[in-house]
């Protein structure tokens, strides 16, 4: 199997997890291939950075046979970008894609309003850049922080609308058409039904493709409440509509690929607002709920593996799905993280 988003920690993150420590539970889980995004600490928008990082996933990936790849961070900065484009193009698929935050989420690595982004189309334009271009999509003039409050989990949703995550999308397609954007966009961790029909109303003009995560397809804002679970992350949980229409179109293959998100917190850090949650093993009960619903073994294959090695222009491989993923997830569930999805079981 493969998880094309995952943020591993480590460096100024070790207290929440280490490389080794995630890809070592990854192998437990049934996961041969990792795309570790860049927002690390510090972040990975540089070459020697992305060096680093590389030297550091292949030095795991010795250890645990699971193949560590990662994306080069987008900035505003047209040299840094031009740089970025040079690096996929002589390390892919070590460097699998860029990523570029259209909002701001843990890292701060956000490239706010549309002319800035605008720009990064355009500029990938011109380095004839074909390559992914995944997209954390939510539009920061639509967010609303101050209705979120601490510890009441459930707010969260109202403080990052879906209206933002949509909004951020239609403005991403529309300048990656206006510039002439020759890559693959990549919407990440779709949530809202608004975003996954729109996306749907224009791939005819674009080469488009979406990821949901586990807690997106599996829980609602109604879970949020329960504060133990500690549900916080962007974007956030949404309604029980939207949480069936994220499971229906991973069933359907409307939405391309299941993805993690996996981003662990130490329980200090979660406890003072910290955004994401550990999941790699949520991607097995997805894996399982979505073979309960009679999902067939052919899509399934798809969503956790070959859509990625098709859109990624990957060396192609057979993926292997667990007969029982409940039962090897019971088996592999780590206790150094919180388990955000224990009410599942």
């Not at 029980?240 to 690929?257: H, P, S």
Request: with cysteine; glycine share 8%; charged share 25%.
């Amino acid at each position: 199997m493969i998880d094309p988003h995952v943020h591993l920690r480590d460096w100024e993150q070790k207290d929440k997890e280490t490389v080794l420590h995630g890809m070592e539970t990854a192998r437990r889980l049934g996961f041969t291939h990792l795309f570790d995004m860049p927002n690390t600490s510090p972040a990975c928008t540089s070459r020697p950075l992305l060096l680093e990082r590389l030297a550091l996933g292949g030095e795991a990936s010795e250890k645990t046979g699971v193949s560590y790849h990662i994306y080069a961070g987008l900035t505003n900065d047209e040299e840094q970008i031009r740089e970025a484009v040079h690096l996929h193009s002589e390390l892919f698929p070590l460097i699998v894609g860029l990523k570029m935050f259209a909002g701001h989420s843990t890292g701060n690595m956000g490239i706010i309003g549309v002319e800035p982004q605008r720009r990064v189309f355009q500029i990938l334009a011109d380095a004839s850049y074909e390559g992914v271009l995944a997209v954390h999509a939510e539009k920061e003039e639509l967010l609303h922080p101050e209705l979120y409050v601490p510890g009441r989990y459930e707010t969260h949703c109202d403080a990052r609308p879906a209206e933002a995550e949509t909004e951020s999308v239609k403005d991403l397609v529309t300048l990656a058409l206006e510039t002439g954007f020759k890559g693959r966009l990549h919407i990440c961790h779709v949530s809202a039904a608004s975003t996954i029909e729109y996306v749907s109303s224009v791939r005819a003009d674009l080469d488009i493709t979406m990821g949901a995560t586990p807690h997106h397809a599996l829980l609602s804002r109604d879970d949020a409440r329960n504060e133990a679970l500690m549900l916080k992350m962007n974007p956030p949980l949404r309604s029980e509509a939207d949480r069936d229409a994220v499971f229906n179109a991973l069933l359907d293959g409307t939405i391309d690929w299941a993805e993690s998100d996996h981003a662990p917190h130490t329980r200090a850090d979660k406890e003072k607002g910290a955004s994401g949650i550990p999941g790699l093993p949520g991607m097995l009960l997805l894996l399982d709920r979505m073979r309960k619903a009679g999902c067939g073994e052919a899509r399934l294959k798809e969503a956790f593996g070959r859509a990625a090695i098709r859109t990624f222009g990957l060396p192609d491989e057979d993926i292997v799905l667990p007969s029982d993923p409940l039962e090897r997830y019971l088996e592999a569930r780590d206790e150094y993280w919180l388990d955000p999805y224990r009410l599942l079981c």
